[in-house]
Nanobody, 124 residues
Framework: EVQLVESGGGLVKAGGSWGPPCAAL????????IAWFRQAPGKGREGVPC????????YYRDSVKGRFTISSDNAKNTVYLEMNSLKPDDTAVYYC?????????????????WGQGTQVTVSS
């Protein structure tokens, strides 16, 4: 059974760092594009960083460039989201998702499996 399991949500002060992992079960992360999305209260779900497996390319939205980094550990079959210099606007539920192929995009319909989400709250 394919599953994505996030962990490590919590409360962080502005300017701090957080790095929730996303463990992949039932498939190999190297065979699919993997992305992190987030959804803030009252807003739609938006892609934050993605990682394309075809060539290992990484893509970031302007709002997180230089602060967030997506990476993977194939031996642990886990994808990580390293978040630094956190701001209150980063408060959201963070989801990891598996692309239907090795390609990635910002479109949620391109992803067939989603984690349950982990809440990250940044206090000012």
């Amino acid at each position: 059974e394919v599953q994505l399991v996030e962990s490590g949500g919590g409360l962080v002060k502005a300017g701090g760092s957080w790095g929730p992992p996303c463990a992949a079960l039932g498939f190999t992360v190297d065979d699919h594009g993997i992305a992190w999305f987030r959804q803030a209260p009252g807003k739609g779900r938006e892609g934050v960083p993605c990682i394309g497996r075809g060539d290992g390319s990484r893509y970031y939205r302007d709002s997180v460039k230089g602060r967030f980094t997506i990476s993977s550990d194939n031996a642990k079959n886990t994808v990580y989201l390293e978040m630094n210099s956190l701001k209150p606007d980063d408060t959201a539920v963070y989801y990891c998702a598996r692309s239907r192929s090795k390609l990635v995009s910002w479109e949620t319909f391109e992803y067939d499996y989603w984690g349950q989400g982990t809440q990250v709250t940044v206090s000012s």
